[in-house]
């Protein structure tokens, strides 16, 4: 069976500092992977996707980027936190463009303070 | 511009009555729709799912219905069961390069009450 990874599971960091979420994922080759954010009180709004390693799409402009070094690892980063960047960070996996189903890992609070 | 809307931000009934959730779309380019059940400080869960071309899909307590003349879907949990209090998502699809990218509505925060 498949197993989607994060960490860590929170963290506090100060406006400024950088940024390193991972994701991985277990028991499958080739995932699509997905970066979301929730913000407090909305839904998940997509920040990049991956269809292999090396190939990134973003979809929301934004102080943040993303990697995908190997096939099954999706990192997230930024040079400089803002406040902004608060929220819940959910990476989600599927096996590709023909299945609509994702599915998520359990997501990284992160509160820029 | 919400492509996704779920109106009712929260909903309470009682335990073994029918849970009804509605969701509202405006982009008729979505060809299929997803409800996804998240508990707090955990990653959603996909519950159920429909492609554009039916009307109705059903799986065990849960059925979803979609009206495509009135972009609207609906999500029944019948009969409804305390382990059901969550916040539940629908969700629609669209075709990007290579991959499928969700459009998530706001949430509705269901509780059931013994």
């Known amino acids: 069976s498949q197993t989607i990874h994060q960490w860590p599971a929170t963290l506090v960091q100060p406006v400024g500092s950088p940024l390193s979420l991972e994701c991985t994922v277990e028991g499958t080759s080739n995932p699509n992977l997905y970066w979301y954010r929730q913000a407090a009180g909305r839904g998940l709004q997509l920040l990049f996707y991956s269809v292999g390693i090396g190939q990134i799409s973003s979809e929301v402009p934004q102080n943040l980027s993303a990697s995908r070094p190997q096939d099954r690892q999706f990192i997230l980063s930024s040079k400089k936190l803002l406040l902004s960047d608060s929220g819940f960070y959910l990476c989600?996996?599927?096996?590709?463009?023909?299945?609509?189903?994702?599915?998520f890992g359990p997501g990284t609070r992160l509160t820029v303070t | 511009d919400q492509q996704v809307k779920q109106n009712s931000p929260s909903l309470s009934v009682q335990e073994g009555r029918i849970s009804i959730l509605n969701c509202d779309y405006t982009?008729?380019?979505?060809?299929?729709f997803l409800w996804y059940k998240k508990y707090p400080a955990e990653g959603p869960t996909f519950l159920i799912s429909?492609?554009?071309?039916?009307d109705k899909n059903e799986d065990g307590r849960f059925t979803v219905f979609l009206n495509k003349s009135a972009k609207h879907l609906s999500l029944h949990i019948v009969p409804s069961q305390p382990g059901d209090s969550a916040v539940y998502f629908c969700a629609a699809s669209e075709g990007l390069q290579g991959a499928q990218k969700l459009v998530f509505g706001q949430g509705t925060r269901l509780t059931i009450n013994p």
């Open positions: 982009n008729s380019m979505f060809d299929y």
């Open positions: 989600a996996w599927s096996r590709d463009r023909r299945i609509y189903e994702q599915y």
């Open positions: 429909i492609s554009s071309i039916k």
